[in-house]
């Protein structure tokens, strides 16, 4: 947890970012960040899912990259986001298929991600990843928005 206070300034600064594409986490999820933090930790330490971040040369962080439930193979799910500023530069594109690349390596072979419908910026993300869209997809719990579906075999 080495980037933990990188990370929280990370969620901090970018949350209305965010919230233009996914719902807010809410002001409880910083109350108890410290918490949640530890617990994705730990799923990260069990094998049951894997937490990435990048960080630009001054130690913050630019992006982070979850892949959730890869002991699940049915359920393994890509997840990211990357900060305002560093938006169109790469750098979330390099980080997801660096992400891929460790999951391949855990015997991952399928992963399902998905993307709200205004959010082209995630979707061109997913699409030069490997990404196949799947059409409409669930939306995250508390959601109001449309998501559209992407599959990738590894």
Sequence with gaps: MGHAEALERFERANR??????????????????EHGLAALAEENRSARSLFFVAVDSGGEVVAR??????????????????????????????????ALQVAGT?????????????????QRVLEKCGFVGTGQAERPAGSSKDFVGYRKDL
């Design 16 to 33: 209305e970012f965010f919230a233009r594409h996914v719902s807010d986490r809410g002001d409880e999820y910083f109350e108890q960040f």
């Design 65 to 98: 990259v979850n892949v959730y439930d890869i002991d699940q193979p049915e359920r393994t799910e890509l997840g990211f986001r990357v900060a305002e500023h560093a938006e169109g530069k790469g750098v979330t594109t390099r980080a997801v298929q660096a």
């Design 106 to 122: 855990r015997g991952v072979g399928t992963v399902a991600a998905r993307a709200s419908t205004a959010n082209v910026a995630s």
